[in-house]
């Protein structure tokens, strides 16, 4: 058996105690300025990007987009903090965000005056920003967002339902524009945006000004030339600022720095790198360029051990680079990726709290000969999580059944220090997912299966993608199926006394009188009807807000970073990407669902403890006065406890959903997606939702992901692992999340 990468480096790869903060001085000091500073909004995009809109009226949507990018990157002021090494913020200081004028400012009317005070992810603007925001951004723009543009294809019934009805909903899906993406990193590495820059040229000479098609083109071609120069000079305009510092600084160190960093910004990120510094430099602007034109979450960094591998071995070979310090930069890049907040308006930080933009830093897994993949920087990107210990980036493990053994207790150690991290994601189901990607339900993906081996990894919250090849907006269309039953007894009507819109209306739509039920098999065909209408609706909705991207928000960074759109002559948002993902179709309150159907099943329509007309009474009354109805439906049998009565139901369900999903199709032409992702929206959705048949009471959480209803697997995380098997994952091309709580004083219990 040859030596894993771990057993070459050893576990621990300096001596002492762990640090708290971070392996150096250096790395201390950054992350306690992290710490210091309270999320700050920036209003420098939305001034830049309400200039160029206003001298470009009437003018072609694209020209105006693209030359809005391009300005923005040639004016960012440089800002470079003590400690320092890699160059870069996406606004203009530590935990800032640029506000996305043209997606937010119909609800920053409304949030401004309670930003800093406002009970989820306050974030702090200056009186002189409020000002200009209100009196010359917002009106400009309030009319213009990705929100007020859809609405005008609907009523406002329909509006209101997609917003804040808690049934079927895409309010995350019209307010995050740029996100869930997998840049061509490898392609940087190898060309830099040089390699672009030339490749758009010459598709520009190449244009036969004779094809209608070239109209479009040129603008296109024209348009990506202009914002690479703007990345170019952005990082020049770093370069110049290291380069003055350095002539002011007293500290030989410290100036050392501030010139590597000069010389650094001189040939990246428009060249391709020469060695692990500028690599890493790379990763970190390409994640600044995103967010700045960008409004979306989940900007992922990928499989980072594969593609800066080269990098750090050939340091490692030269003498130029050490473990220790290849961590630091590891750990600088954490810093920073968590000083970048998500800025939502505050109906949306209730639902996705806690600023958190879920990029992903993928190690280990397969390569595309099916070999175990993990190397130093595996265990590199672990260990420095550990001791920087950040929330952001999600570090995730690729999981497979030749992962080297000291590559899972480096994870296992992580995994104690309680803080979430890593992820782990079976491979074998990420390539099944993968194969099938936006393919419908009898077709393939447009992968090959070395691209998915080579480069396939999650995204955001679990989305499987392979870098460089897909376009994402998977801010998805949210089901609350949880809620279906309820609606069946409620005749679509969404029950008094729970937040949101619509109390006491149709919700859904009216599938008749719950006493016409006679059998269960009528109930459960009732219940998947609700479910099919939410999807259904989410779906007609999504599709039209698809529309408005394609034409009036298009994205020429992610554009250049998307390959083979630059070829195709189409940016990403209009359909350029090999694999067009979105909407996709999520599920939440999933074990609430299978409970409540399965406790329908046992009490009413098997024991016949009860009528179907007992059961509506209950759910009308939030179960006042029928608390032996309660008991027995609680008592019934529960979905995370190997109990094939239930969890036969769980796998027809889930089936169902996927294959409902996978039959719609997107505005950019491929199938629809499904999943299980969000992790905080069965809190909001539960509040939403009135009581349903599991015994449930009215707006109290639902279900958390796909994991069983909270305290109902009663028999412990190895039958709760079972019920899940039971459940076929790769038809959920857009992946699938478990959330599984285990308590130390549960674990010494048991032990």
């Known amino acids: 058996m040859s030596e894993s990468a771990g057993a070459k480096m050893g576990l621990e790869i300096r001596d002492g105690k762990i640090a708290k903060v971070g392996s150096t001085k250096r790395i201390q000091e950054l992350n306690g300025m992290l710490h210091a500073e309270r999320p700050n909004g920036d209003i420098f995009r939305a001034r830049v990007l309400t200039k160029v809109y206003k001298e470009t009226e009437g003018q072609p949507q694209i020209r105006r987009r693209y030359k809005a990018s391009a300005e923005l990157y040639r004016t960012m002021k440089p800002i470079i903090y003590d400690y320092e090494r890699l160059a870069g913020w996406p606004a203009s200081r530590i935990r800032g965000v640029q506000i996305a004028i043209e997606m937010h400012a119909h609800r920053l009317a409304d949030d401004l005056d309670n930003m800093e005070n406002r009970p989820y992810d306050p ?23 990705l929100t007020s543009l859809w609405a005008q294809y609907l009523t406002e019934d329909e509006v209101n339902k997609m917003q804040a009805g808690g049934f079927a909903d895409i309010v995350n899906y019209i307010t995050s524009h740029g996100s869930h993406f997998l840049p061509d990193y490898p392609y940087l590495m190898e060309h830099g945006f040089v390699g672009l820059y030339e490749k758009a040229k010459k598709c520009l000479e190449e244009l036969d000004p004779n094809d209608p098609a070239s109209i479009d083109k040129k603008e296109f071609y024209m348009g990506l030339i202009e914002v690479l120069l703007g990345i170019k000079q952005l990082a020049e305009n770093y370069a110049d600022t290291a380069a003055e510092m350095a002539q002011k600084e007293s500290d030989p160190i410290r100036k050392s720095e501030l010139l590597a960093m000069e010389e650094c910004m001189r040939h990246v990120p428009w060249n391709p790198p020469r060695n692990f510094y500028e690599a890493i430099e790379v990763v970190w602007l390409v994640f600044c360029l995103l967010f700045i034109e960008g409004a979306g979450p989940s900007v992922t960094y990928g499989r980072f051990d594969q593609y800066m591998y080269p990098f750090y071995k ?27 907040p998500w800025f939502q308006s505050t109906d949306l930080a209730y639902y996705f709290g806690g600023y958190y933009r879920y990029p992903h830093v993928d190690v280990g897994g397969l390569d595309k000969n099916r070999r175990d993949a993990s190397n130093e920087l595996s265990y590199l990107c672990l260990r420095a999580m550990r001791y920087v210990k950040t929330t952001a980036p999600s570090v995730s493990l690729l999981l497979h059944q030749k992962t080297p053994d000291d590559l899972l207790l ?23 997912m993968l194969e099938n990607k936006s393919g419908g339900l009898y077709g393939k993906s447009p992968y090959t299966m070395e691209q998915i081996l080579e480069w396939g990894s999650p995204i955001g919250c679990v989305e499987p993608g392979v870098m460089g090849y897909q ?3 998977t801010d998805s269309c949210i089901i609350n199926v949880g809620y279906a039953p309820t609606l069946v007894l409620t005749r679509g009507i969404k029950p008094e006394g729970v937040d949101g819109y619509g109390a006491g209306e149709l919700l859904s739509f009216d599938g008749g009188d719950p006493s016409q039920y006679k059998t269960f098999g009528d109930f459960y065909k009732a219940v998947k009807d609700q479910i099919e209408w939410g999807i259904k609706a989410a779906h007609k909705n999504a599709i039209i807000a698809e529309k408005i991207l394609a034409e009036q928000f298009q994205l020429p960074t992610y554009t250049l970073l998307t390959r083979g759109a630059i070829e195709r002559g189409i940016d990403a948002a209009s359909g350029g990407a090999l694999c067009n993902v979105g909407p996709t179709i999520q599920l939440v309150g999933f074990g609430t669902l299978v409970d409540s159907v399965a406790a329908v099943k046992k009490v009413i329509y098997e024991d016949k403890a009860y009528t179907i007309e007992d059961l509506k009474g209950a759910i009308d009354a939030n179960f006042e006065g029928y608390e032996d109805l309660r008991t027995k439906l609680l008592a019934a049998p529960k979905y995370g406890n190997d109990d094939d009565y239930v969890d036969d139901i769980a796998a027809e369900l889930w089936t169902f959903f996927a294959t409902t999903t996978k039959s719609l199709k997107n505005y950019r032409g491929s199938y629809c997606d499904p999943a299980v992702q969000m992790v905080q929206a069965h809190i909001g959705f539960g509040a939403m939702t009135g009581a349903t048949p599991n015994g449930r009471l009215a707006g109290q959480p639902l279900s958390d992901t796909m994991s069983a209803t909270q305290q109902a697997d009663t028999h412990g995380p190895t039958f709760a692992a079972r019920s899940y098997g039971k459940l076929n994952y790769p038809i959920y091309t857009n992946g699938t999340l478990l959330n599984m709580w285990i308590s130390n004083s549960e674990l010494i219990a048991r032990k």
């Open 123 to 145: 974030f702090q603007i200056s009186e002189a920003d409020k000002k200009e925001l209100r009196e010359e951004l917002i009106p400009y723009w309030k009319d213009k967002t």
């Open 314 to 340: 050939k340091g490692i070979e030269d003498g130029t680079l050490t473990p220790e310090l290849a961590m630091e930069f590891i750990e600088e890049l954490y810093i920073k990726t968590t000083s970048n």
């Open 410 to 432: 480096e994870a296992v150690k992580l995994a104690a220090e309680g803080m979430g991290h890593p992820s782990f994601f079976n491979v074998e189901t990420l390539i099944g």
């Open 471 to 473: 376009y994402g907006h």
